[in-house]
């Protein structure tokens, strides 16, 4: 029988995304089954693993992901909660093989796991971005509590105001997440509106903010989508201590931000 176990660069990269959920519930951001991840394993799989017989009859797909016929995800299973992805990636979330018109997904491994409520936008982003050209494989959701509560305040509902806060609290801001955050108005959480309300902040951002429900990060690496989301995480708390302390933080200059530009080559 074929054991996807036994695939030590797949299981590494199962390693990374359990180590991860352990973050996301240690940080505060992943109450009850908040938050979800999606990985694009398919780089990794030999033919027979990408080949492995389904668990369940197949799941149509709302729209066809037509960029991504034959790949192969891991995705964290719905109503399933972080801190125990964290422990049990496996009996927490699934392999699913998506058909190769783009129409339907499979589950192929280990447990029949149904995938996270908002596969759909987990898809979809995937999709856009390899429409892109662009090697994306992972999309991380989750529900900072600082992040989620510059949210409620309508003048930060814009783009350019949040990044500019955010960047000026400190310097790694700027550098870990240069291309600033996206802004998606409040949608119903899964539905499809908010999937392509998402891939629209998705042209010039790797980062989006969804009102009053948390963020969404996407990149090559699940590490560094994790570093980008805790990088303005911590920005966000500079600003909220220093408004709790009564004062309202001076922030980096333009000019400051502008000179790591090339510092960093960014
Ligand atoms: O998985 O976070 O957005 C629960 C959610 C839905
Ligand atoms: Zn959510």
């Known amino acids: 029988m074929m054991c996807i176990r036994k695939n030590e660069r797949l299981m590494d990269e199962i390693g990374r995304i359990a180590e991860v959920a352990g973050y996301l519930w240690e940080k505060g951001w992943a109450e009850r089954n908040g938050g979800n991840i999606s990985v694009d394993l398919t780089a990794l799989m ?8 389904a668990l369940a009859p197949a799941f149509p797909l709302q729209e066809p992901m037509r960029m991504l016929g034959g790949h192969i995800f891991y995705v964290t299973g719905t109503g399933k909660r972080m801190r125990y992805v964290a422990k049990d990636p496996f009996a927490n979330g699934s392999l699913i093989r998506i058909a190769p018109d783009g129409s339907s997904y499979e589950i192929i491994a280990e447990q029949p796991v149904r995938p996270t409520s908002e596969l759909p936008s987990h898809l979809l982003m995937h999709d856009f971005l390899r429409g892109k050209g662009r090697d994306n494989r992972v999309v991380l959701h989750t529900h900072p509590t600082d992040i989620i509560g510059l949210t409620h305040c309508k003048p930060f509902l814009d783009s350019r105001t ?7 609290m400190i310097p790694e801001c700027r550098i870990i997440v240069p291309k600033g955050v996206g802004i998606v108005p409040y949608e119903i959480p899964g539905t499809m509106a908010l999937a392509h309300a998402t891939i629209r902040q998705l042209e010039e951002h790797d980062v989006v903010f969804w009102e009053k429900h948390g963020i969404l990060a996407v990149g090559e690496d699940i590490i560094e ?19 709790m302390a009564g004062y309202e933080p001076e922030g980096m200059t333009d000019q400051q931000l502008d000179d790591l530009v090339p510092a960093f080559g960014l």
Do not use: M, V
């Open 46 to 53: 030999g033919q027979e693993e990408k080949d492995l017989p």
């Open 162 to 168: 949040i990044t500019r806060t955010l960047w000026s």
């Open 225 to 243: 989508c994790f570093d980008a989301i805790d990088t303005l995480s911590k920005s966000a708390q500079i600003y909220l201590n220093a408004r």
